[in-house]
């Protein structure tokens, strides 16, 4: 088994809230609680989670993101020089053909980026401390890239950043003193969520950002570096991964397009171990970029949606693991659902119990097709 991931099945990483954790966030909300209350719900729930996944066989276990509203602004908030603006309003489009309008928030550039306290070590250790022998508790955090593609150079005022390679390096440091802080707690499995490779692979997003003053293939290549940088101090077992997203909420995307834009820098300029693609649907693509994954490194193949209900037949994930195989060798593969069943706290249109099936199929396909 070359691939450094704990198991050839696995997960993007956050799972439907429980009820009683959306009633104790809209007490939190009206101020009926404090937050200690809210965060002894959280812990309830998560160390129930924590026991479901590792009895439905997962290897990689996480929190599921219950502390969090947004996967991005919770973390990116707790940056000096960071504050939320008004949200970038895209039309999110689902199966039913209809676009659901929706505003995700916009982080703004206010002064310096810098680190000032640990953001997820708590929420880590508490983590850490459910898991079991012979799993590994992974954290999700929203990738270095989220400061700075939904406004580019606008959003980073000139007189605080007079040199964007300034920002970037700002930037990196902050995300590097928060690896820092989890590896030295013990952490070896992180993985950064991406949306803007993902964009960056959509032709009206290329546009949208050249119009914002970006060269979508300079952007990719910074990407890289940016993120590179943000791990260049983890130690060398520590498990790195990046997962692209092309929006998640509730059950609704925000791009298309197969990852060919991006796919030959992206694979060979990211020093990362494994790249969690969604591939749930024709909007993904062809296997055809796989073909610029180098050696060493690892692709979880998205192929189960967490977008809808109706559960995937095992020979049809089969089938298109057979596929990506004829480009790229089969012991570089894993799978996994396409995204994670709740990057908000409003969730996709799923039931817990078709979540449940969803990972308990990744699961056993992995079994069958690898051992």
Sequence with gaps: M???????????????????????????????????????????????????????????????????????????????????????????????????????????????????????????????????????????????????????????????????????????AAYRAEVDSLTAAGCRYIQMDDTNLAYLCDDEQRADAAKRGMDPDVTTRAYAKLINDSFASAPADLIKAVHLCRGNFRSCWASEGGYEPVAEIMFNELAIDAFFLEYDDPRSGDFAPLRFLPKGKTVVLGLVTTKLGELETKDDVKRRIDEAAKFVDLDQLALSPQCGFASTVHGNDISTAQQAEKIRLCIEVAEEVWG
């Design 2 to 172: 070359t691939t450094k991931l704990p198991s050839r099945a696995d997960h993007v990483g956050s799972f439907l809230r429980p009820r009683e954790i959306l009633e104790a966030r809209d007490h939190r909300a009206a101020d009926n609680i404090s937050y200690s209350d809210l965060r002894t719900v959280e812990d309830t729930a998560i160390a129930e989670l924590v026991q479901w996944q590792q009895d439905l066989g997962l290897k990689a276990v996480t929190d599921g993101e219950f502390r969090r509203f947004f996967f991005h602004t919770d973390f990116l908030l707790q940056l000096a020089g960071v504050e939320e603006r008004g949200g970038l309003k895209k039309a999110f489009k689902n199966d039913s053909g209809k676009d659901v309008s929706f505003a995700p928030p916009v982080m703004g550039i206010t002064g310096k980026i810098t680190h000032v306290k640990p953001i997820q070590l708590a929420d880590y250790q508490f983590l850490a401390s459910k898991v079991g022998d012979g799993c590994v508790a992974k954290v999700t955090i929203p990738s270095p890239t989220m400061l700075h593609f939904r406004t580019g150079r606008a959003g980073i005022p000139v007189d605080v950043y007079p040199e964007m390679e300034d920002f970037y390096a700002d930037v990196a």
